[in-house]
């Protein structure tokens, strides 16, 4: 079975930073790419990034460029989304997926809430 | 800026039909853009229905069914259900490693 297990969310100050992580088993994680996906507090889902097998390719959604970064350790079947310079519009629940080709989200994890306030 | 457009909300009747879209403000969505459709309802997370326009995600009932109407991907229930009532989403794959997803859509069966 698949399994998505988000953590490291909670409340930050704007301005702060936070790192988020993404335990995954079930399945090959070397061979699939990964991403995040956020949702605002009664809002849509919004893409925010995504990192390729080996890492080589990522990108972003342009209101975090500069400010996040994914990355991932494959030898941990692990993903990661550091999270800087914090806006109160980064508040949101964070979900990790994992990417199958042709270009879907097939897995979900549970999701980890992120508060930006002061 | 792409912006993708879905109807903010839909309301069908127990057993009746509806389809939902998801277009695009400046130009035709087509199987290019690999359409996949995702089911959520509060608290939840997303569960995926529809992926490359118009493939069932495994376990998904057969009543659910994607497609391209027009300039636009589309998702159809047929014969809803009352545990169909929830917000349906479509993303849109841009290429270069880059999704981006609709409004999505408050379906109520009523």
């Known amino acids: 079975e698949v399994l998505l297990v988000e953590s490291g969310g909670g409340l930050v100050q704007p301005g702060g930073s936070l790192r988020l992580s993404c335990a995954a088993s079930g399945f090959t994680f070397s061979s699939h790419w990964m991403s995040w996906v956020r949702q605002a507090p009664g809002k849509g889902l919004e893409w925010v990034a995504y990192i390729k097998q080996d890492g080589s390719n990522k990108n972003y959604v342009d209101s975090v460029k500069g400010r996040f970064t994914i990355s991932r350790d494959n030898a941990k079947t692990s993903l990661y989304l550091q999270m800087n310079s914090l806006r109160a519009e980064d508040t949101a629940m964070y979900y990790c997926?994992?990417?199958?080709?042709?270009?879907?989200?097939?897995?979900w994890g549970q999701g980890t809430l992120v508060t930006v306030s002061s | 800026q792409t912006v993708v457009t879905q109807e903010s909300s839909f309301s069908v009747s127990p057993g009746g039909t509806v389809t939902l879209t998801c277009g695009l403000t400046?130009?035709?969505?087509?199987?290019?853009?690999?359409p996949s459709w995702y089911q959520q309802t509060p608290g939840q997370a997303p569960r995926t229905l529809i992926y490359n326009t118009n493939t069932r995600s495994s376990g998904v009932p057969a009543r659910f069914s994607g497609s391209i109407l027009g300039n636009k991907a589309a998702l159809t229930i047929t014969g809803a259900q009352a545990d169909d009532e929830s917000d349906y989403f479509c993303v849109l794959y841009m290429g270069s490693g880059i999704w981006v997803f609709g409004g999505g859509t408050k379906l109520t069966v009523l």
């Open positions: 400046s130009v035709s969505v087509s199987t290019s853009y690999y």
């Open positions: 997926a994992r990417l199958d080709y042709p270009q879907y989200f097939q897995h």
